[in-house]
């Protein structure tokens, strides 16, 4: 791995692998070991041009307990607000001479544009209504978690399908892993020709409940809708796609649920079911940062470097 711009590069080896590594972190993080040497010399740079929480302070803390220098660089700070291009940004970036760039772009295919103008490996911290390959990755995490494998399970993605970066990355991912992945939510927020994606689209709740081992609530991407009206209301989305207390006694009672978050609560999913015990809205952030810490790690072929602190 030189990048990590889409799930589409990744071969199930090396998912396989940032999963392992990834596992291994977790539980050596749970030991209360904060600190690796493994990526010291490294300087690791967060550029982020949309709003964060979860990927940006998971990138910079793995960066940081991983011993890199990290930089964190918004949009709204830096000379982009002047006029600045994006490549122009990167390529001064580049001449300070970092060896990851994290970047989250509105734009589709941010990370390509940039690749062949820089040295340093790029991550696609999200790239408009494109990608989002690490949450992917965190998400296949704490599936194998739980579920112990993707293969032949039935993955049912709720939501605003057509906005979300995160159920295309899902997607491709968990279909290379064996599952098998139908989608759910308002006609209007569904692609064009789900048949191109290899998913079937299910049309009641009464059928999500019938067919789902694992079920991923998306947010409804709002900064993405601009003017376009695609539901009556809020209230109206919550009724007939949201998941409540009703709708979680409908399914299977090991159903995992899980959230990619930020949650609008009492929207895509009410409060007393982000409680339940089948949630694991926050255990992904917690595998998020191991998985972000491989990323990074990989990414740097410090990989031998970080086993051995593991192991020592």
């Known amino acids: 791995m030189e990048h990590l711009l889409s ?4 071969e199930k080896e090396d998912i396989d692998n ?21 990526l010291r010399g490294q300087c690791v740079v967060n550029l982020f041009f ?17 011993s890199a ?17 994006l490549i122009d940004t990167v390529k001064n970036l580049d001449m300070m001479h970092p060896d990851i ?23 696609n911290a999200g790239d408009g209504c494109h990608e989002h390959p690490s949450q992917a ?11 112990g494998s993707l293969d032949g399970l039935n993955v049912v993605i709720a939501g605003d399908i057509v906005h979300s970066r995160v159920a295309r990355s899902d997607i491709i991912l968990f279909k290379k892993l064996g599952a098998n992945i139908f989608i759910f939510g308002p006609s209007t ?23 789902t081992d694992v079920l991923i609530m998306l947010r409804i991407q709002l900064e993405r809708l601009n003017a376009k009206k695609v539901f009556p209301s809020l209230r109206e989305y919550s009724r007939f796609f949201g998941l409540n207390r009703k ?32 949630t694991f809205i926050f255990d992904q952030v917690e595998n998020g940062l191991a998985m972000r810490m491989a990323i990074l790690t990989i990414l740097s072929k410090r990989e031998k470097k970080l086993l051995e602190e593991i192991d020592a």
């Open 101 to 123: 760039i994290v970047l989250r772009h509105p734009c589709e295919g941010a990370g390509e544009t940039i690749k062949p103008h820089i040295k340093a490996s790029i991550v």
């Open 50 to 66: 949309e709003a964060s929480t979860r990927t940006r302070t998971s990138f910079e803390k793995a960066g940081k307990f991983l």
């Open 69 to 85: 220098d990290v930089i964190n660089i918004s949009a709204s700070t830096s000379s982009v607000k002047k006029g600045e291009t």
């Open 137 to 147: 990755l965190l998400d296949a995490m704490t599936i194998t978690d739980i579920k």
């Open 247 to 278: 709708r979680l006694g409908m399914l299977k009672k090991d159903v995992l649920i899980m959230h990619p978050g930020p949650v609008n609560r009492g929207v895509e999913i009410n409060n007393d079911v982000i409680t339940a015990d089948r």
């Open 18 to 38: 940032l999963m392992s590594l990834a596992f291994k972190i977790r539980e050596t993080l749970r030991r209360g070991k904060k600190k690796f040497s493994a």
């Open 189 to 211: 927020m569904m692609p064009r020709y789900p048949e191109a994606l290899g998913v079937s689209v299910l049309k009641t709740f009464e059928e999500v409940a019938e067919i």
């Open 7 to 10: 799930c589409e590069e990744l």
